[in-house]
């Protein structure tokens, strides 16, 4: 476990600790971000059949895009 006075110069220093998931300007591409949430988002829609939810959102969202 490294020292928290090191971790804390090094922070002030600004550098930041890696993060899991993404890099470090925290920035995702958003392929990137679709091929994370699509799978998870198809299996809400099967389990709790809101297929419905689903069509009023995305319609909902491309009106606010002005599409």
Known sequence: MADPAVRMAT?????????????RSGTRHPLVAA?????LA????IVFDG?????????????????
Not at 12 to 18: C, D, E, L, Q, V
């Open 42 to 45: 198809t299996l809400l829609v």
């Open 51 to 67: 297929w419905e939810a689903v069509v009023t959102q995305a319609s909902s969202v491309a009106g606010k895009l002005g599409r």
């Open 11 to 23: 922070r002030a220093r600004g550098h930041r600790a890696a993060e899991p998931f993404g890099d």
């Open 35 to 39: 091929a994370m949430v699509l799978p």
